[in-house]
């Protein structure tokens, strides 16, 4: 997998990968997390493909809540809300993954 840094964005690179459908990491991102996806998904967006956006290692967090109390009402409310924005970007082009600890994105064609 091709690895871009976050100065890459704005430049003839992303629009390469997404050209040729291509998966990718965006390295390089502290504090610049939120900027990153929006450059990404809306150039997706621009050739008229489709995205979904996730924080990766939502599920686990949220299996691992369901066993007490007041975090097993938030894992469950968790759980729901996951299922209906999968529903809502149903069988998407791309898949973006937001690494929170690694400070990096995964976009994967996943058609």
Same mark, same amino acid.
């Given at each position: 997998m091709e690895a871009i840094r976050y100065e890459d964005l704005s430049g003839y690179k992303l629009k390469s990968l997404i050209a040729q459908r291509q998966s990718f990491e965006v390295l390089g991102?502290?504090? +610049?997390m939120d900027s990153a996806v929006t450059s990404v998904e809306r150039e997706i967006e621009s050739v008229g493909l489709?995205? +979904?956006v996730y924080l990766y290692g939502r599920v686990a967090a949220a299996g691992a809540s369901v066993f007490g109390g007041v975090t097993g009402l938030l894992g469950l409310a968790s759980a729901v809300g996951m299922a209906a924005h999968n529903l809502a970007t149903f069988d998407p082009?791309?898949?973006i993954a937001?690494?929170?600890?690694?400070?990096?994105l995964t976009v994967t064609f996943k058609k």
């Amino acid at each position: 997998m091709e690895a871009i840094r976050y100065e890459d964005l704005s430049g003839y690179k992303l629009k390469s990968l997404i050209a040729q459908r291509q998966s990718f990491e965006v390295l390089g991102l502290s504090g +610049r997390m939120d900027s990153a996806v929006t450059s990404v998904e809306r150039e997706i967006e621009s050739v008229g493909l489709t995205c +979904r956006v996730y924080l990766y290692g939502r599920v686990a967090a949220a299996g691992a809540s369901v066993f007490g109390g007041v975090t097993g009402l938030l894992g469950l409310a968790s759980a729901v809300g996951m299922a209906a924005h999968n529903l809502a970007t149903f069988d998407p082009d791309y898949e973006i993954a937001k690494h929170k600890v690694d400070n990096k994105l995964t976009v994967t064609f996943k058609k």
